[in-house]
């Protein structure tokens, strides 16, 4: 059993919400890296039948154009979908105690809310082709499909299902 060889695998994909705003910085070699830490909610049901919630807390480590990409579009609250690998780092605290951390090094983080601007510029163009007129630079055709997209998709519990990562008809 010696000679049994493993594989190296080491792939995370979580969804949650940042509890703050990201953490921005350099290296001394000039680097940007972003540290940010998000809630990831499990709800279930008990042996009671009642429905519970249990929070995760995971953090995030993000680097290069990633970072930077982070510090642009990330804020309190913002919904991320990231894929990355577990990472643990030691450091040593003034009074010389050791701490440990594992935290996710993010290699793809998709942000799941909708920008505020990219709202605004699809009315603008839907008002542009209502008006029969195009933006520069697009077609007609791409203008009529953002029109027909719906804005959200709520079931009739309210709930939002437009991020279903294939789960939402698993039974518990």
Not at 14 to 24: A, E, F, M, W, Y
Not at 101 to 117: D, S, T, Y
Request: charged content about 30%; hydrophobic content about 35%.
């Amino acid at each position: 059993m010696a000679d049994l060889k493993m594989p190296d695998i080491n792939n995370v994909i979580i969804v949650g919400n940042l509890i703050k705003d990201p953490i921005i910085r350099q290296t001394t070699n000039g680097t940007p890296v972003a540290n940010f830490t998000i809630a990831s909610n499990r709800k279930f049901k008990d042996n009671f039948g009642q429905w519970k919630e249990d929070v995760c807390f995971i953090g995030i480590v993000a680097w290069y154009k990633l970072a930077e990409s982070c510090g642009e579009n990330l804020h309190k609250g913002s919904a991320v979908l990231v894929e990355g690998e577990l990472q643990s780092r030691q450091w040593r605290t003034d009074d010389g105690h050791y701490r440990n951390v594992v935290e996710i090094k993010a290699r793809r983080i998709q942000f799941l809310n909708k920008r505020e601007m990219v709202l605004s510029d699809m009315e603008s163009a839907g008002r542009l082709a209502a008006e029969g007129e195009t933006l520069p630079g697009s077609d007609k055709s791409e203008q009529e499909d953002v029109d027909d997209k719906p804005q959200h998709d709520k079931q009739d519990n309210g709930e939002d299902t437009s991020f279903d990562f294939g789960f939402k008809d698993l039974k518990l």
